[in-house]
């Protein structure tokens, strides 16, 4: 049976900060359109309080997740405990962006030590939180993060690297706005 919780407790942060990857998933309003699932690793998510997160969005492939949030906001993130006591905890909620190039940009990216680049800061107003069992969760060892990712994106001088995340993520595989110039007003 699952719980719904009103906001995120101390038992369930301790959970979620206890976790090595995390689940995000969203879809844009058509019914065309591709449901997106992202897996998130590394030490990127951030609890700001009991009803809002946050997570670096590092850059990738796609720009499904930007592009879902910025058409119409909805997204959930989900944790699955890979070890320990089995469990599930969704949080259902509305995503802004805060893209790399806003002027608070940089205080926020501050929040995440380790990195000194990242495409965006998502925020999510959680909406709903609710666990459940994750019986069917297998177990799995946690040998340490891949680094391809964070050297990826810091190989690059800061001009080119986001001149190339201006071309290569304009838009979804959908066709929707993902980033935008000058998203800093």
Not at 74 to 91: D, K, Q, S, V, Y
Request: proline share 5%.
């Amino acid at each position: 049976m699952s719980t719904v919780y009103q906001e995120l407790d101390e038992k369930l942060i301790d959970f979620i900060r206890k976790q090595k990857m995390f689940f995000v998933a969203s879809a844009p309003l058509s019914a065309d359109g591709h449901v997106n699932v992202s897996p998130k690793g590394y030490d990127c998510f951030r609890i700001v309080n009991p009803r809002q997160v946050a997570y670096l969005d590092l850059g990738g492939s796609g720009i499904e997740t930007v592009a879902h949030a910025r058409e119409n906001g909805r997204i959930t993130i989900m944790f699955c405990a890979l070890e320990g006591p089995a469990l599930i905890l969704r949080l259902y909620g509305r995503a802004t962006i805060m893209q790399f190039d806003h002027p608070s940009f940089p205080q926020e990216l501050a929040k995440f030590p380790g990195f000194t680049r990242a495409r965006n800061v998502v925020f999510i107003d959680i909406e709903r939180i609710a666990d459940s069992c994750g019986w069917g969760v297998p177990f799995y060892e946690f040998k340490g993060p891949r680094e391809q990712l964070q050297r990826a994106i810091e190989h690059r001088a800061q001009d080119e690297w986001e001149q190339r995340r201006f071309e290569s993520n304009a838009r979804s595989i959908d066709g929707l706005a993902g980033l935008v110039r000058d998203s800093g007003g």
